[in-house]
């Protein structure tokens, strides 16, 4: 399932955010990425130690923490720390997927969620788009500033080249709950119509039918 998080950043954070990523060293993204995607990643990523990484770390992480569609569609259980990418003209990432087992040690997850956050505006550079391979062909995502696309990490996709411009994006890896991405999907539409329903007939029975039904297989299918 592809779902795009409107509204993630408001303008507010995003020119903060902006703002810091002016004054922080970006280096060569090819230090994070695994053998088979260095081979075809050019763009750069900021440093992720430091004072100012926490904070847009911070910053970042407690807008999407609190979006609904991101809780119900990841599910998440371990989250990594963001990832603030760069790609100035001429830069791309050709087709990978994404490395399935990221953090160290006991902080070790498995990464089941991919999240792009667009931190600039599509006018502000030529290309770049993100194209995702789905089942239904190549999905091509260029959204406003402070929306976001969520995919599953085992999903094929590429960064296509800056033409012109700079594009701004950062990028969230987690392990969800559920792990298997067709049940996510069925959980995050079960909990779409059970919002409706708690909304709208929060005392009908068949509302706390939905209700428990979407709890238990919470519990069913959850891995925590
Ligand atoms: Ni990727």
Request: aromatic residues 8%; glycine residues 8%; charged residues 25%.
């Amino acid at each position: 399932m592809l779902l795009e998080l409107t509204g993630v950043l408001d303008t507010e954070k995003l020119v903060n955010i902006r703002a810091m990523l002016e004054k922080v060293a970006f280096v060569d993204g090819q230090h994070s990425a695994g053998q088979a995607a260095r081979r075809v990643k050019n763009n750069l990523e900021m440093q992720q130690k430091g004072q100012q990484a926490e904070y847009l770390d911070h910053l970042l992480m407690g807008s999407l923490a609190e979006h609904p569609d991101f809780r119900s569609g990841a599910l998440p259980y371990r989250v990594a720390q963001p990832v603030f990418a760069r790609y100035t003209q001429g830069m791309h990432y050709g087709d990978h997927v994404d490395d399935p087992i990221m953090g160290n040690g006991p902080a070790k997850f498995r990464t089941d969620v991919s999240v792009t956050v667009f931190l600039n505006e599509p006018d502000d550079y030529e290309g770049g788009e993100l194209v995702i391979n789905t089942t239904f062909g190549p999905r091509q995502i260029k959204l406003p500033a402070g929306h976001a696309v969520m995919y599953p990490s085992t999903s094929v996709h590429h960064v296509a080249e800056v033409t012109s411009g700079e594009r701004l994006a950062a990028i969230v890896w987690l392990q969800s709950m559920v792990r298997d991405p067709g049940q996510r999907e069925l959980l995050y539409q079960l909990d779409q119509a059970r919002n409706v329903l708690l909304t709208e007939r929060p005392d009908a029975e068949e509302t706390k039918q939905v209700d428990r039904s979407y709890v238990n297989l919470i519990r069913m299918w959850s891995e925590v």
